[in-house]
């Protein structure tokens, strides 16, 4: 049976309105992910809920990956990097459901979101793709809304809200080192299934030493908290990530990079009518000078055709 890729036949050359439905669908499920995890923090504590959020994904996963035929087992060079992968993938998530634990979901949101820039900085060092002046304009504008969300003491929940917004930017950080890990190596060839599937397994096993660090692993059980548990990972993890694998494959990725701004608008709005948490007018102002950074790096290079 074939793997689940895109055929030629299947490959769009313009975003229609179903990909607009699907990115839309996507880009909200992201932002309400960190609420998810937020409510999910009350009730399990942070390393468990990565530990159980990364086993029942790959199970969830691999089911997918059997029933496709997708080939998960054969030696093809990506193991280091998909164990390496999967480590920073580790680090990722435990920062995040740390940091949420002390920040709020809206602050939290926009400090994940500002993997782009951590990207765009990577790519330029690592990968040879040239900052230029526009995408240096983009990463100014972001930064500055990332230093409006420090200096904002309106939307602070209390003075350990800081400790949980640097351990959101540094997830943000380590979610830009992954994705430069799998484009610079061979991960890059193998199918998205397998490169997820390092990434989950890695962090399901690599978690457990650190549980007891994190005090009681039950905390206030409640079905509220264990939905949003299975809220990320049978529809975020498992659902959401392997369509976004085969959005980016079936569309023109420039084209669906100039979605990316919702997911930090989405998690910003999310955390305030949901969760009740206060939003000041420098909240607004982060979010929308990180909306325009994202806009401004993703914005496609218009290249001159030279005459005939």
Not at 6 to 32: H, K
Not at 131 to 140: C, S
Not at 210 to 231: C, E, K, M, Q, Y
Request: proline share 4%; aromatic share 12%; charged share 10%.
């Amino acid at each position: 049976m074939a793997e689940a890729t895109a055929t030629s036949t299947d490959r769009r050359d313009a975003i229609d309105n179903f990909a607009v439905a699907m990115m839309l669908m996507l880009t909200f499920s992201w932002g309400m992910n960190q609420v998810a995890i937020k409510v999910a923090n009350t009730g399990y504590s942070p390393i468990f809920l990565t530990i159980a959020r990364s086993a029942i994904a790959a199970v969830l996963v691999y089911g997918w990956c059997l029933w496709r035929g997708i080939r998960l087992f054969e030696r093809d060079g990506t193991l280091w990097p998909g164990l390496l992968a999967g480590l920073l993938f580790t680090a990722e998530f435990v920062l995040i459901f740390f940091g949420l634990d002390y920040t709020t979901a809206a602050r939290g949101s926009l400090m994940v979101n500002t993997m782009p820039f951590w990207m765009l900085l990577g790519a330029h060092f690592w990968l040879g793709e040239r900052i230029t002046a526009v995408k240096f304009l983009g990463l100014a504008l972001a930064f500055i809304g990332v230093v409006l969300v420090f200096a904002d003491q309106l939307s602070l929940p209390d003075a350990g809200a800081l400790r949980g917004d640097l351990m959101c930017l540094a997830a943000g950080v380590l979610w830009a080192a992954t994705t430069l890990v799998i484009k610079k190596s061979r991960l890059t060839d193998a199918s998205a299934e397998k490169t997820l599937m390092y990434q989950l397994l890695v962090s399901a096993v690599v978690s457990i030493p650190l549980l007891p660090l994190a005090g009681p692993i039950l905390r206030d059980v409640s079905l509220l908290a264990t939905g949003a548990l299975l809220f990320q990972t049978a529809f975020v993890v498992s659902f959401t990530f392997i369509l976004w694998f085969w959005m980016i494959r079936t569309y023109p990725a420039t084209g669906l990079s100039s979605f990316a701004f919702l997911t930090p608008a989405f998690g910003v709005l999310c955390g305030g009518f949901l969760l009740n948490e206060p939003l000041s007018i420098n909240i607004f102002a982060a979010l929308a000078l990180i909306a325009l950074g994202l806009l401004v790096v993703n914005r496609p290079v218009r290249r001159r055709i030279p005459p005939a």
